[in-house]
């Protein structure tokens, strides 16, 4: 009995075996049979791994093919792992020439183990003396390799920084957001502003070394080289000997401020746009940082200066939001003449004083039409004329004209600005008053529905829910009676503010500029741009940017007309506010003036032409942080640029064309 079963018991173990190897042999079979080529390549992929090369970013131009941002090669020192035992020593004599720590190549070095046939980057901008040194002892260093990769290169340094922005390496966020992209830890990325907005452009594609390796992952040879190919180019608007006018102009309008007493005058801004196409010519930001220093590592005391110092040099204050003082008052102007409050024959007697404010002329202006208002900026008649008009009317307008809303241009960072409202107002305070009182509100709720929710009785909770609706009505009696409180409706004194482009007007100077140059071409709006064209690495526009209207400005060519008269008697003597100015100046310009108050603080100086007056090209805006007097303070700059653009020198035009197609 016993024998059967174990006889039993092996021919089941048999055919046990027997079954096993036949699902093996039929499992290689299909192995080896139907999916040869599958395993082939993942054997393939395994031997073979691929070490990307970085790829030139497209250069920058402006208008007149001066480069503004290119690259320059620099070395960099790398450790390519041989798996030999005196990897230290050339670790060791390696750190000693480019004077680091030996640990942070090994950290290096460790960091990577999993990817030996990846060069371990142990130092980038090596001096040509340093390489030169290691030359001098290739045979003392074994795997050490010399490369030579593009960075970015900025001839002017500063210079445009703000419109061009800066190139450093991806940050996690936009690493999570662009890895379907190709874009692995490491790579460079625009961080602000056209290398950022035409990143995609910009690039270039990657090259890539393949690298033959054993089963740890050790390189064995080289398999060949991809060459990487650079970026695509882009030519600006910008013209840069205009661009280097306008940051003379800021660096010189601040510093003379300085010296008439406005200490905290130590920023500003500039823009002038070509008011036949939208086109940007200069867009200046004062203070500015270098770029360059983005391509070597930061020191904390340079990132602190760029980013963390009380100038703020990394603000693009072409668009950033001031009030507009009186450059705003075009925009009455045009309200009051479309609505028909006033016409070309309307005039006022400007005594100096309106209700209980007085003029910045407390002796008055006499009697003023609307081209005399502008031109002597009386604040008087613009009072009236926004009582007379209303809050409502001056901002269908000033949206006419695009402020309050972002211009479209080709940058990051925009805001929309604020034309205001009553709705706005409400919000604004209401804000605040929510900020200052909604805390308390939520501990009355709180208090009393843990204490309702621990109550033993009906009664008990009644009684608590009355004493809360009383604490309620205590904090409602308290906020409505805030002095604050008393903001949340429109008054009188918001209009009369509105109307001489004060109180919550604010607009960025490239708003402003805009605005200007519909008025100076009669009515359209453009969308200003900075980017003329896309160039391949061939040469080959493979994209181009043209002329885009926004808007057909609703004011009739008559009130235009008379808009941009008053505008021009702005620059001429007796009475204009910035005759001083344009003294002796070849070419026509219309202006117009602006000083903003700030609470506390000196006046922001604004300043806003075009020219020539009779066949506008151009306009300009300017502004200067706290530098008192728009005439005085940002219409210098204003000059400074007009007169490169019509190349002025000595008082006297000459006849060389600027910007030749």
Known sequence: MERKLLQKNIRILFFLVAAVFLILTIRIAYLQLVETDKFQTLASENRIRINPIAAPRGEIFDRNNKRLVGNRPVYTVSIV???LENIDEVVGRLAKILEINPKEIQQKIDAQKLRLYEPVQVATNVSPETVTKIEERRLELPGVVIDVVPVRDYPFGSSLVHVLGYVREINNTQLQAK?????????????????????????GE????????DNMARPVRDLGIKSPVSGNSLVLSIDSKLQQAAERGLAKAIEN?????????KAGALVMEDVRTGEILAMASYPAYDPGKFSEDLTVAEYNAIFNSPEKPSINRALGLYPPGSTFKMVVGAAAMESGTVNEGTSIYCSGRFKNRSDWKPSGHGRVDLKKAIEQSCNLYFWQMGIAVGAREIGKYAEEFGLGQKTGIDLPGEYSGVVPTPEYKYNKWKNILDNKYGPELEEINEKYDRLIAQAYSEFQKNQLREQKEKEIQAWQEKYNSDRYAWELKWHEYD????????????????QLVNYVAAIANGGTLYQPYLVKKIINPQGKTIKEFKPKVKNKVKVSDKNLQIIREGMHMVTLPPSGTAAGIFAGFPVSVAAKTGTAEVYGRDNHALFVAFAPADKPEVAVASVIEYGGHGGSTAGPPAREVLEAYFNIEDGKQVEVPLSPE
């Open 81 to 83: 792992y041989l798996g």
């Open 179 to 203: 890895q379907d992209e190709g874009y692995v830890l490491g790579d460079m990325y625009g961080q602000a502003g056209l290398e950022n907005e035409y990143e995609e452009y910009l690039r």
């Open 206 to 213: 990657k090259g890539a070394r393949q690298v033959e390796v």
């Open 257 to 265: 401020a300085q010296k008439q007493g406005f200490s905290d005058a």
């Open 495 to 510: 209009t009369l503010d509105m109307s001489i482009g004060q109180g919550d007007n604010q607009y960025s100077p490239l």
